[in-house]
């Protein structure tokens, strides 16, 4: 099979009218199915549930976007099991027709993509910029992970004795539970799944309650593209009914997770007991969240780290594992770059996100975080100064205002506790020694920045500056697929580094065969 090069996903260009006029089209058209029932899918059949998942937009928390299933715990025995059954015929599939289909499924997303960009900026609130970006990690996933399984599944020859062939090669783990976040309930889930069903394995999903009807659509998509039943099945459902139990079955030989460290450590302590049902230890592959800083010395170029702040501590409200909440500043220009900050945070445009190509603040996820957040920002008011924002936005919705603190304490709550929100606090240092201890100063170690233009420096943030993603002179947030592969240290996950060369690793194991060569002779030749 020939297949070009990998490229990264374009994000659109809305100064091309006929870019707006195709995403306010699809708005439109989504807004004609609000309401609309989203089964299970479960081996192939649409399964229609007692209960039902009612998902809101949280810009207009009156709006119902769709209502799905909401599965128990004997569909998700039935999903298992179908699961289990496709797994005979699917590991068994060639590398090539399991990429064939990663491809196609990327080519429909890729035709479709102002539909679900539609769906994102209503059911979670993403601006136009974040909700095409988002598809395009989610095209990347499928044509970067369709490329490494074309590799990654040959024969590799091992050091050959006289009478002996030796060889090594990757086999898939089984059925497996993919549980995905609803910050890229589209990108994330595409790229867990695919990645595993790419490798042959068969997996069972449950996405977050927030955002079931975008991932109702994915399955939708690969159905189109050719995934047979069984391979993949959804089963949305409610963490407290289903949660513990998809992730302790006794047929699931991995978990794959992306969401916040409490869960992901308790899931981790699940799977971690042996059960006498099982004969492996389940495979985990987690991302968890972060602490993350962008430290900005003396050197730097302010304008600069200002705009990287900025981008990467508010956009999407925050609500990125990635996002920057710490600003540790060298106080000889602290008071500089906090006004260059609070002069660009102050410009920031605020709307419904589905309205317009220009919007940047829009909602919080749901109810939940909009109540913790603004929790969050009233504990900050006790330890540090409010310089910025601190407040709801008064429109319908969760929407809060972009919030920045001074003269925050590294070792305080707004120096360690993740917000996940759209907060961020300045902690001023006085060289760049305690920069670095700051820096490494939490539990987490996911994505990093350094503004600096000492060569030095930047080398010692190389090895000392404890994180999975680290990114000098430029923002924290925004990591490509096969160019910046994702995943932290620490508390932030397994450092699974998704959209890497070898990350499908996560889903396969080694496998070495090795056979005695026995020479057979003619008749009548030889002794």
């Not at 099982?278 to 304008?303: H, Q």
Request: with cysteine; proline share 5%; net charge negative.
């Amino acid at each position: 099979m020939y297949v070009p090069r990998f490229t990264n996903e374009p994000i659109c260009d809305y100064a091309n009218s006929a870019n707006v006029t195709a995403a306010k089209q699809a708005v439109a058209d989504l807004r004609t199915t609000f309401d609309a029932y989203h089964p299970a899918r479960i081996g192939g059949l649409e399964v229609v549930t007692e209960k039902s998942i009612v998902s809101t937009s949280p810009a207009r928390p009156d709006l119902i976007i769709g209502r799905t299933a909401s599965c128990t715990k004997a569909q998700v025995d039935q999903a298992i099991q179908a699961a289990q059954d496709a797994f005979a015929t699917w590991s068994r599939t060639t590398p090539d027709a399991r990429a064939e289909i990663l491809f196609r499924l990327a080519a429909i997303m890729r035709h479709r993509r102002f539909e679900l960009l539609a769906i994102l900026s209503y059911e979670i609130g993403k601006d136009w910029y974040e909700a095409d970006a988002e598809i395009a990690e989610a095209i990347d996933f499928c044509e970067y992970y369709g490329r490494l399984a074309l590799t990654h599944f040959q024969y590799a020859p091992l050091t050959r004795l006289p009478n002996e062939d030796n060889c090594y090669h990757y086999i898939p783990l089984g059925v497996g539970v993919v549980i995905s976040p609803w910050n890229f309930p589209l990108a994330i889930l595409a790229g867990m799944t695919f990645a595993a069903v790419v490798s042959g394995n068969t997996v069972v999903v449950k996405p977050s309650s927030d955002t079931p009807v975008i991932a109702s659509k994915l399955f939708e998509m690969a159905r189109e593209a050719g995934i047979p039943d069984g391979v993949i099945n959804l089963t949305p459902g409610s963490g407290g009914e289903i949660g513990d139990y998809i992730v302790t079955h006794p047929q699931v030989r991995f978990v794959a997770f992306t969401g916040s460290a409490e869960v992901g450590l308790r899931i981790n302590e699940f799977i971690a007991k042996p059960d006498p049902r099982r004969k492996w230890m389940t495979r985990y592959v987690s991302e968890m969240g972060g602490k993350n800083a962008i430290l900005v010395d003396e050197t730097a170029d302010l304008d600069a780290a200002s705009s990287g702040i900025v981008r990467s501590a508010f956009g999407f409200q925050g609500q990125k594992c990635s996002a920057c909440s710490r600003v540790i500043v060298d106080r000889r220009v602290k008071a500089k770059l906090l006004d260059l900050v609070l002069e660009k945070a102050r410009k920031l445009p605020v709307a419904d996100p589905w309205e317009d190509c220009c919007v940047f603040i829009g909602p919080v996820a749901n109810k939940g975080a909009y109540r913790d957040i603004l929790q969050a920002i009233e504990t900050g008011k006790g330890e540090a100064r409010l310089v910025l924002g601190g407040s709801r936005i008064d429109r319908d919705g969760y929407f809060i205002e972009p919030t920045l603190f001074d003269n925050a304490r590294a070792e305080g709550f707004l120096g360690q506790t993740e917000i996940f929100g759209p907060v961020a606090a300045f902690i001023e240092v006085d060289s760049f020694d305690q920069a670095l201890d700051v820096a490494n100063g939490t539990q987490f170690g996911l994505t990093g920045a350094l503004y600096s233009q000492s060569i030095d420096r930047l080398d010692r943030a190389r090895s000392e500056f404890h994180v999975g993603n680290l990114y000098l002179n430029r923002g924290c947030t925004g990591a490509l697929v096969g160019v910046h592969p994702f995943g932290g240290f620490n508390l932030s996950g397994t450092d699974s580094k998704a959209g890497g060369p070898d990350y499908l690793l996560n889903f396969t194991q080694g496998k070495t065969t090795s056979e005695r060569v026995t020479v057979l002779r003619a008749p009548g030749i030889g002794v």
